[in-house]
């Protein structure tokens, strides 16, 4: 059964940070690009960022550009999403998503095959 689980979640103060962690199973996700995406009330989902296969391709949307950073575990079936410099605007739900392709397909949500459940990221002014 193929599963993406997020964790790492919850309430920071605006320029704080977090730390979110997706572990993959089911299938050999180590071959596959993965991403974030998040959703804001009343919003639709959107894409943050992806990574390729290897971990040597990382994708950002203008956003958060400089001030998160996509990364894969040493098995490659865990992806991480560091986020530095929290704003109240990133406050959301935040998805980890996977590709069932090596390389970065796009940044919309058909480019992607596999959800999580989502995690709930609150950002405090």
């Known amino acids: 059964q193929v599963q993406l689980v997020e964790s790492g979640g919850g309430l920071v103060q605006a320029g704080g940070s977090l730390r979110l962690s997706c572990a993959a199973s089911g299938r050999t996700f180590s071959n596959y690009a993965m991403g974030w995406f998040r959703q804001a009330p009343g919003k639709e989902r959107e894409f943050v960022t992806a990574i390729n296969w290897s971990g040597g391709s990382t994708y950002y949307a203008d956003s958060v550009k400089g001030r998160f950073t996509i990364s894969r575990g040493v098995a490659k079936n865990t992806v991480y999403l560091q986020m530095n410099s929290l704003k109240p605007e990133d406050t959301a739900v935040y998805y980890c998503?996977?590709?069932?392709?090596?390389?970065?397909?796009?940044?919309?949500?058909?480019?992607?095959?596999?959800w999580g459940q989502g995690t709930q990221v609150t950002v405090s002014s």
């Open positions: 998503a996977a590709s069932t392709t090596s390389y970065y397909r796009g940044s919309a949500s058909v480019d992607y095959d596999y």
